[in-house]
């Protein structure tokens, strides 16, 4: 069965000056996960809301789908 998944991922900034990833979020739906992304922006340095559809039964998964983006992501983060 296909689902669509909406995700909140913020970033901090640990001692070492490496940026690190808290828990991610899930949203109720992309209007929840912007609106979270936008709360989260000033506290963090970085947040990153995104979508994904695909069946979780197989692990399948369409490419994410950027919602919102603020501050510094990881370039090399993968979206997973």
Same mark, same amino acid.
């Given at each position: 069965? &296909?689902?669509? #998944? ?6 901090? /900034?640990?001692?070492?000056? %490496? ?5 991610? %979020? !899930? !949203? +109720?739906?992309? !209007?929840?996960? &912007?609106? &979270?992304?936008? @709360?989260? +922006?000033? @506290? /963090? *340095?970085? *947040? #990153? ?8 039964? #197989? ?9 919102? @983006?603020?501050?510094? #992501? ?7």
């Amino acid at each position: 069965m &296909r689902e669509t #998944i909406h995700v909140v991922q913020a970033f901090r /900034r640990a001692d070492s000056g %490496e940026l690190v990833a808290d828990q991610p %979020e !899930a !949203a +109720k739906d992309a !209007a929840h996960a &912007r609106e &979270r992304a936008l @709360r989260l +922006k000033d @506290r /963090r *340095v970085g *947040v #990153i809301a995104f979508s994904r559809t695909g069946d979780m039964s #197989i692990g399948e998964y369409e490419d994410a789908v950027v919602l919102a @983006r603020f501050g510094t #992501i990881p370039e090399d983060e993968e979206v997973d």
